[in-house]
């Protein structure tokens, strides 16, 4: 039965709304055993709308996958001399405080080796690329207290870039052949306060950062054109009617500075790495945004596309509202990535 197999709840705790997905490991298989969403009033509200959430949601286990973002979590590229995993984990402890603004202390720190490269020196040892990521101890420990509190098992606590990248990968698991091979795309999650970017080749994580830009820009954007109160504005947005001209004019410079921010991330990756983003793959709330897909592909001038992080997953209908699934399916991206790293 279900509840015998490997289950955990991928959550995504936004600044607008929470996302669970329960995915259930059977075998080679991945099933969605539960989904719910909630929005949140206020950030005072966050605990009393994740209870909500688990009350009502169907979820069979108490076990999850968060994730925290922000300004107390940096990304840093080192270069460094090739070495083990073990030496890796060491020395960057060691260097650290060197690449962060906060005590080391006061972090936890991870690291990815990225790619090998030449040594700037002469005859130097060969070296390698590596991610630094680091988040404040405290933010970590807030948010895993706060589900224990709430009676949850949290299981991992990382980050919604690498989550991203999680997701995409088992799109590649569960539904192979469905995208080609050896390719370097590029994942944009645009959220409500923030966007996450994780540029990855052959599945593997590159480059990741977040921009602090996302649809509530793109709402604030509205209401001052035309305005509107909030709720009014993003009721707008999502659904523009006959006034898609109007609101796709009163969003051109935010949608620029935001595409223009993005550019800089694919720039930086392409003179650290040989080769070039080759599509742009968007998700996150305001991909809802009738004309993003086409706005930021201009901006790009790459393909660009919003993908479903659902591909290719079962649905236990009788546990699930699968038409609610499906509509918010784009919004599912970090939810589906942080069940996938643990299942």
Do not use: C
């Amino acid at each position: 039965m279900l509840k015998q197999r490997k289950s955990i709840v991928g959550l995504d705790i936004g600044s607008n709304s929470i996302k669970a997905v329960e995915l259930t490991q059977d075998k080679f298989e991945y099933i969605i055993t539960a989904f719910a969403q909630v929005d949140i009033a206020n950030e005072q509200g966050r605990r009393d709308a994740l209870a909500e959430l688990f009350r009502t949601g169907g979820f069979r286990t108490k076990r999850v996958a968060s994730a925290v973002s922000g300004k107390s979590v940096i990304f840093r590229y080192l270069n460094m001399a090739k070495m083990s995993d073990d030496e890796l984990n060491a020395a960057v402890r060691f260097e650290a405080s060197k690449y962060i603004p906060f005590d080391v202390e006061e972090v936890e720190l991870d690291t990815q080796k990225l790619a090998d490269v030449p040594s700037a020196q002469e005859g130097g040892k060969e070296e390698m690329k590596v991610l630094l990521v680091a988040a404040k101890k405290s933010l970590v420990t807030d948010q895993a207290e706060m589900l224990t509190e709430l009676g949850l098992q949290p299981t991992s606590i990382s980050v919604d870039s690498f989550a991203l990248g999680n997701a995409f990968e088992l799109n590649d698991i569960v539904s192979p052949g469905l995208r080609e091979s050896d390719h370097t795309v590029a994942l944009v999650d645009v959220g409500f306060a923030k966007s996450s970017i994780n540029i990855l080749r052959n599945n593997v994580t590159y480059f990741a950062r977040e921009v602090a830009m996302g649809g509530q820009d793109l709402t604030n954007a509205i209401t001052r054109r035309f305005g509107l109160e909030g709720f009014e504005a993003e009721a707008l947005k999502r659904d523009p009617q006959d006034q898609v001209v109007e609101v796709q004019d009163a969003v051109a410079g935010v949608l620029d500075d935001l595409g223009n921010e993005i550019n800089l991330s694919f720039d930086f990756f392409e003179n650290q790495f040989e080769g070039e983003v080759e599509e742009v793959y968007l998700s996150g709330g305001s991909v809802l945004l009738p004309f993003l897909e086409e706005s930021l592909e201009k901006i790009f001038e790459k393909r660009t596309r919003v993908w479903n992080p659902l591909e290719g997953l079962k649905v236990k209908a009788d546990n699930v509202d699968v038409d609610a699934l499906n509509q918010t399916a784009p919004q599912l991206a970090v939810a589906v990535g942080l069940a996938a790293q643990v299942a």
